[in-house]
């Protein structure tokens, strides 16, 4: 009998290549479908809930594999957990209708950015977080970011290395808060574009140079280089993924 088991995994994205399996590549699929085909002797497709870049971590990542072994849940975890490597672990796992898809079935995803405004970089942290040494505006960057909220063509904030040709998204929540010595962005919609997040991470950050009227005109025109940098990988995480 086949049984579609989802896990809910965090990892370091530092030393993958992303998500998606890659051909000679360190990938988390890639991990995952070998340990598991190993765990149960048989091979097996492990489908995720987006990709995610070289670099880039996740928290919750929800992932499903189908397969036909009769083994309790728990053992299952336990089991995969003892022959992943460190910088990736299974949190949860539940079993799920076999027509649920992690990608497809997906109504919200959360991403959060994490950046830390300190005057000297931290040398343990460098690979979980980004350090900005250039002066932010929090009021402007809060009031910047609402413009984002609703559906919009969000094509100026797509990286051009894409094959999609529906740019609209819609963002339900824009959160910038200041903890500490960190500024951490929180960023809630029904989809997101390759580099969206870090685009928008990056325009907000800057602006005091790209203007609120730019990102208005961006959205409008698409136009790219009315907005700011694109952020590195290392300061994003997939934060929460809603089903319901």
């Known amino acids: 009998m086949k049984r579609n088991i989802m896990m809910i995994i965090e990892y370091s994205g ?15 699929q890639g991990e995952l479908e070998e340990k598991i085909s190993k765990m149960l002797n048989a091979s097996c497709k492990v489908e ?19 397969i036909e072994r009769n083994i ?7 089991a995969l957990n003892k022959l992943l490597s460190d910088d990736v672990v ?11 898809h992690p990608r497809f079935s997906a ?35 809060v009031k910047a970011g609402q413009i984002l909220v609703g559906e919009h063509n969000f094509k100026a904030f797509c990286s051009s290395h894409t094959n999609v040709t529906d740019f609209n998204r819609t963002i339900y929540e824009i959160s ?12 809630t919609g029904n989809g997101f574009l390759y580099n969206m997040v870090r685009i928008i991470v990056g325009t907000l950050l800057q602006i005091d140079k790209v203007k609120e ?17 694109t952020m590195p990988p290392n300061g994003l995480y997939l934060k929460k993924v809603e089903y319901v």
């Open 176 to 187: 910038v808060k200041k903890v500490g010595k960190f500024i951490k962005f929180e960023i």
């Open 213 to 229: 009227e730019n990102i208005v005109k961006a959205l409008k025109s698409g136009d790219r280089s009315l907005l700011g940098k």
């Open 14 to 28: 530092t030393n993958f290549f992303g998500w998606q399996k890659q051909t000679g590549k360190r990938t988390v």
């Open 72 to 78: 309790p849940l728990t053992n299952f975890k336990n």
């Open 90 to 100: 299974v949190k949860k796992v539940k079993e799920v209708p076999l027509d649920f």
């Open 107 to 141: 109504k919200r995803k959360t991403y959060e950015y994490i950046v830390d405004v300190s005057k000297t970089r931290s040398a343990i942290n460098h690979n979980l977080v980004t350090h900005w040494t250039e002066q932010v505006d929090m009021e402007r960057m």
């Open 48 to 66: 995720g809930c987006g990709r995610t870049d070289r670099g880039v971590h996740a928290k919750n990542y929800v992932a499903t594999v189908v």
